[in-house]
T-cell receptor, first 115, second 112 residues
Framework: AQKITQTQPGMFVQEKEAVTLDCTYD???????LFWYKQPSSGEMIFLIY??????QNATEGRYSLNFQKARKSANLVISASQLGDSAMYFC????????????FGSGTQLTVLP | NAGVTQTPKFRILKIGQSMTLQCTQD?????MYWYRQDPGMGLKLIYY???????DKGEVPNGYNVSRSTTEDFPLRLELAAPSQTSVYFC???????????FGPGTRLTVT
């Protein structure tokens, strides 16, 4: 069984500053994928970034980067230069090896960007 | 491309009623998923499908059924609705194992 833990129910960051959202995971699989999704107040789920367990480099997508520490089983999301539009719920998720890639989600972190 | 579409957007059911949540994707994705999201929580997988004719249970399948007769459509059936099924339901699809999942806009269901 897999488990995702997000220990920060809420976070505040000043506009233009960087923020790190924590995610730790537990799995016995050797091959797996880690994802971050953003859910604004409108409710849709928006894919942000993906990291494969065998990827040697940390994933980056624009202002988003994933700080992947495999030995510590952590996959923290770093948002640089926060914008007011970044205020949303952020979910960490993982998928197992195998064919279906169904996602297991954490409980989320509500990020508020302050002007 | 419309992506992943879900209907209806909102629905109120009485206890014991049944309904089908529709999900369609036009991206020719093999994999499709149904999740539910309870207030303040992450999403939990109900059912998934790896292709037409193939479905399997996720973490919380009780009270639901699915079918996948075509690549495009993956309806979710609620039989004998219960208040515990009040939730937001998301359908998602992906092309392959490494690809991210694309989500529909969700269906907000209330059972009273």
């Amino acid at each position: 069984a897999q488990k995702i833990t997000q220990t920060q129910p809420g976070m505040f960051v000043q506009e233009k500053e960087a923020v790190t959202l924590d995610c730790t995971y537990d799995t016995s699989d050797q091959s797996y994928g880690l994802f971050w999704y953003k859910q604004p107040s409108s409710g849709e789920m928006i894919f942000l970034i993906y990291q494969g367990s065998y990827d040697e480099q940390n994933a980056t997508e624009g202002r988003y980067s994933l700080n992947f520490q495999k030995a510590r089983k952590s996959a923290n999301l770093v948002i640089s230069a926060s914008q007011l539009g970044d205020s949303a719920m952020y979910f960490c998720a993982m998928s197992p090896s195998g064919s279906a890639r169904q996602l297991t989600f954490g409980s989320g972190t509500q990020l508020t960007v302050l002007p | 491309n419309a992506g992943v579409t879900q209907t209806p957007k909102f629905r109120i059911l009485k206890i014991g009623q049944s309904m089908t949540l529709q999900c369609t994707q036009d991206m020719n994705h093999n994999y499709m998923y149904w999740y539910r999201q309870d207030p303040g929580m992450g999403l939990k997988l109900i059912y998934y499908s790896v292709g037409a004719g193939i479905t399997d249970k996720g973490e919380v399948p009780n009270g639901y059924n699915v079918s996948r007769s075509t690549t495009e459509d993956f309806p979710l059936r609620l039989e004998l609705a219960a208040p515990s099924q009040t939730s937001v339901y998301f359908c998602a699809s992906s092309y392959s194992m490494r690809d991210e999942q694309y989500f529909g806009p969700g269906t907000r269901l209330t059972v009273t």
